[in-house]
């Protein structure tokens, strides 16, 4: 048996409404939904926004079974599913799921308190909309906004902190700033496509933690000068022409037509701010009960990899997908109080 929902016909608001329609955004609703809640999302882009951004060809690092949300099994031809697969399964997920994703409004503030919040949006035409909801659940993820070196030149529109496809860069002078999976995987694929590349990254080698398919490969293109790397080096300017780096031997200027600055992401702190969630430490960790995921703020929940501030790297899908069952068990929890006193308010007027 299901708790009474907290909403009734006579309020049109949401129970829940579910900021972010990423794969943990869509397990909150899904096991909100489930729970007997009447839910909603809400997107900037599209379902599985960032997955869609991803690199056209990415393989997850991580097999199928471990992607699965709302108890759906994720089938794949790969060991490990490719991007083109993750996003059929979450479409396929949503549509069994009949989920109301609000796909393209931005949302610009959030008002009211617990109980009673309205999510202010714009959509892409600039047009404001306004949705109520008694409570929210916050997961936008990190993959929007990068880390800006903040160095001349990086608005440059050759300068990128995202790739995509590496065919547009055949025959071009191209630089990959980093040295994490990602830097990796660009730097190969580049130059596998024709592209000159060189690799430049503060760290004194490609980062240990790298996966374990890859470390060697790009390791041994470097050794073999196939693509030039540049360690323990800081870039200082980009222009149209070249790239100036400071090496351990002194500065050099680098020609260059292109630069992909894989230099991580991470999440919208200044919107969860102004939402009112408070920070501890370095890490910017939000406050958030650890059995619940409600912020400091009532009402307000927060899932995935923001749970985790900038340390971005300890939650991914694998984990961040089972919030959405401690949301609903909170969701449960809060709606019992109401259903006694409702029941307490039935009896009485029996009685009389």
């Not at 060697?216 to 293109?221: A, F, G, K, L, V």
């Not at 990899?305 to 790297?313: E, F, K, L, M, P």
Request: glycine share 8%; hydrophobic share 40%; with cysteine.
């Amino acid at each position: 048996m299901i708790n009474r929902p907290l909403s009734t016909t006579q309020n049109p608001a949401f129970d829940l409404l579910v900021v972010g329609a990423g794969p943990t955004g869509l397990a909150c609703a899904i096991e909100a939904q489930k729970a007997g809640f009447r839910v909603a999302l809400v997107d900037k882009g599209c379902v599985c926004n960032s997955i869609f951004h991803y690199p056209a060809h990415m393989t997850f690092f991580t097999t199928s079974e471990r992607l699965e949300i709302g108890g759906i099994p994720f089938p794949s031809v790969n060991a490990k599913p490719t991007r083109g697969e993750a996003l059929e399964y979450y479409r396929q997920v949503a549509a069994y799921y009949r989920l109301d994703v609000r796909q393209y409004h931005r949302v610009e503030s959030v008002t009211g308190a617990d109980g009673a919040f309205t999510v202010h949006t714009v959509d892409r035409f600039g047009r404001p909309g306004a949705i109520e909801a008694h409570k929210l659940a916050i997961s936008t993820g990190y993959y929007d906004l990068p880390n800006w070196m903040d160095i001349p030149g990086e608005t440059l529109s050759k300068v990128h902190h995202y790739y995509h496809d590496p065919h547009p860069y055949y025959d071009t002078d191209v630089m990959v700033i980093g040295g994490k999976n990602s830097a990796a995987i660009a730097a190969l694929e580049l130059w596998r496509s024709g592209a000159r590349v060189t690799l430049v990254y503060r760290g004194p080698e490609v980062q240990p933690h790298v996966k374990y398919w890859i470390k060697p490969d790009i390791e041994n293109r470097i050794k073999d000068g196939e693509i030039k790397a540049y360690f323990s080096t800081q870039v200082v300017e980009i222009t149209p022409d070249a790239v100036v780096v400071e090496t351990p031997s002194g500065r050099k200027i680098l020609p260059n037509d292109f630069v992909f600055a894989m230099t991580g992401y991470h999440p919208d702190f200044s919107f969860l701010e102004r939402v009112g969630v408070r920070f501890v430490g370095e890490d910017r960790l939000p406050v958030c009960d650890p059995e619940t995921l409600e912020s400091n703020i009532p009402g307000i929940y927060l899932a995935g990899v923001i749970v985790a501030g900038s340390r971005t790297s300890e939650i991914f899908i694998e984990n961040g997908r089972f919030h959405g069952r401690q949301i609903a068990a909170s969701l449960v929890s809060s709606a019992k109080p109401r259903d006694a006193a409702a029941d307490a308010v039935t009896a009485a007027n029996s009685i009389d």
